[in-house]
């Protein structure tokens, strides 16, 4: 299958950075299966970065290989476990279920809005949820190990500007 990720720099061969802790699924590598998702990734980071080109890098990922001899846990909604594991991760309180890469939704903006509130008490678990099912949600598959990454084969990168 194919996945893609959006960055700064082209990344021919993936790493775990340790530097990002507080994203929907801690410390990865992330990526998705589109395109788009990959290249507004890479735009954010521009405008962040303050500079004017951007990649998305493109990889080849084994996943039925993957799915057999390591541990993948996905998430196919946005429910209150997903809501649970993306609020701890990004307050730095990972849950460590040793698994090699999460797969599932991604916080977008106004994603990202509605757990800041269900985060500061004005939502409830089961209306925060509610509120995320009305949103159309791109996937993010975080690759957590350097075992996982292996798995991963780089085809090729396109510029973004």
Not at 6 to 13: F, I, K, L
Not at 18 to 41: C, H, I, M, N, P
Not at 61 to 74: N, P, T, V, Y
Not at 108 to 113: C, E, F, S, T
Request: glycine letters at 6%.
């Amino acid at each position: 299958m194919i996945l893609y990720h959006g960055s700064t720099e082209n990344v021919d061969a993936p790493e775990i950075r340790k530097g990002d802790v507080y994203l929907d699924f801690g410390v990865g590598f992330y990526t998705t299966t589109s395109y788009e998702q990959a290249e507004r990734w890479a735009k954010i980071k521009m405008k962040r970065k303050n500079v004017n080109i951007g990649y998305v890098s493109k990889y080849e990922f084994d996943l039925g290989r993957a799915e057999q001899e390591l541990c993948i846990k996905r998430f196919e909604l946005a429910d209150e476990e997903w809501l649970t594991f993306v609020v701890n991760n990004r307050k730095g309180e990972p849950v460590n279920d040793n698994a090699d890469m999460h797969i599932g939704p991604v916080a977008d903006d106004n994603v990202y809005q509605s757990i800041r509130l269900f985060e500061t008490g004005a939502y409830d678990a089961e209306y925060t949820v509610k509120k995320l099912k009305t949103e159309i949600l791109h996937d993010q598959w975080t690759l957590h190990t350097d075992k996982i990454l292996s798995y991963l084969k780089f085809i090729e990168e396109k510029e973004v500007k």
